[in-house]
C-alpha cells in the first residue's frame, strides 16, 4: 500500500509517493507535535493560574498587614492621648499640693510635688522616655501612675494637716446650695429634657435668676473649678472623710484649684452652661467617688 500526492498545473506537475511506513511515521510525527503543543500549552495556562493565586494571596495578606497596623496605629494614639491626660492630671497636682503646702505653712522639702520620691534597684538597660512603640508606652504609663499614687499620698497628708488646722469643724456637708431660688428636680429617674427619654439624674437642681450666688455647703479643698462635659462650669470641693460636692452649670466661678473655702462662701454665680435648659445649680454629694442622694444633706441640721 503507497499513497501518492499529485500537483498539475499548466506549467508545474508534481507527483510524490509515500510508502505505507513512511505514511505511518508521519501520522506518528504529526500527531506528537499536536500532543506537544497541547500539552505545553496547558502547563503554561496552569502555571499562570498558579501565580495569579499566589499574587492575589499576596495582596489579600498585604491589606491584612495594613489593616493591622492602622489598628496598631489608632491603638497608639489611643494610649498616646491617655498620657496626655495622665501628664495634664500630674500638672494639676503638682499645683494644688504646691499651693496647699504654702498656704500650710509647711516645709517645702516635706512636700516637694514636683518630683517623685527616691527609689532604687537594679537595671539591665537605661529606660528611654522616647515614644517609639507600644512597650515604650506602657513603660511611661506606669512611671506615671506611680507618680500619681505618691502625689495622691502626699495630697492625703496635706488634707489631714489642713483639716487639723480648723477647716474639719466647718467641713460638715449641710443646707443648700443658693442663697435664694427653688427646688426644681430631685435625684432619681426623670424624663430626659434633652431626649425625652428615662434618664438617671445623679443630683438635685436648683433654680433660680441668672447670676444668683451658689454657696459651698461645707468647708473643704477646691479640686476642680474649669468647665466639664456636660457641667458646664463645675466647681467641685474635697470635704475629707470621702466626701466632695459638685456645683454645675455656673455662669462664672469665684474659686480656684487649690482655694480653702468656708461653709457658706460664694464660690460661683448661677448660669446655663453645658447641657442645660435654664439657669439653676446642678449640685451633686459624692461619697467614696459615687453618687448619693443630696436631699438628706440638704435638710439635716448643722453641727452643733
Known sequence: ????????????????????????????????????????????????????????????????????????????????????ELQSRIHRLDALGEKLANEADLDASEFNMSSLPAIGGPSSENVELEIASSDDVLQQIDLMLSSLDDKTQQLEALESILLQHGVSDDSYISGRPIRSGWLSSHYGIRKDPFSGLPAMHKGLDFAGKQGTE?????????????????????????????????????????????????????????????????????????????????????????RR
Open 214 to 302: 451658689v454657696v459651698a455647703t461645707g468647708a473643704g479643698i477646691i479640686t476642680w473649678a474649669g468647665e466639664r462635659y456636660g457641667y458646664g462650669n463645675l466647681v467641685e470641693i474635697e470635704h475629707g472623710d470621702g466626701f466632695v460636692t459638685r456645683y454645675g452649670h455656673n455662669k462664672s466661678l469665684h474659686v480656684k484649684i487649690g482655694d480653702v473655702v468656708t461653709k457658706g462662701q460664694k464660690i460661683a454665680a448661677m448660669g446655663s452652661t453645658g447641657r442645660s435648659t435654664g439657669a439653676h445649680v446642678h449640685y451633686e454629694v459624692l461619697r467614696h467617688g459615687k453618687q448619693v442622694d443630696p436631699l438628706k444633706y440638704v435638710y439635716r441640721e448643722g
Open 1 to 84: 500500500m503507497s499513497f501518492t500526492i499529485l500537483y498539475r498545473s499548466k506549467k508545474f506537475r508534481f507527483i510524490y509517493s509515500l510508502s505505507r511506513r513512511q505514511l505511518v511515521a508521519a501520522s506518528v510525527f504529526v500527531l506528537g507535535l499536536v500532543f506537544i503543543a497541547g500539552r505545553s500549552t496547558h502547563t503554561v495556562s496552569d502555571a499562570q493560574a498558579r501565580i495569579d493565586f499566589t499574587q492575589s494571596g499576596l495582596i489579600q495578606q498585604r491589606e491584612e498587614v495594613e489593616i493591622l497596623k492602622q489598628n496598631t496605629e489608632q491603638q497608639l494614639t489611643g494610649m498616646m492621648l491617655k498620657l496626655g
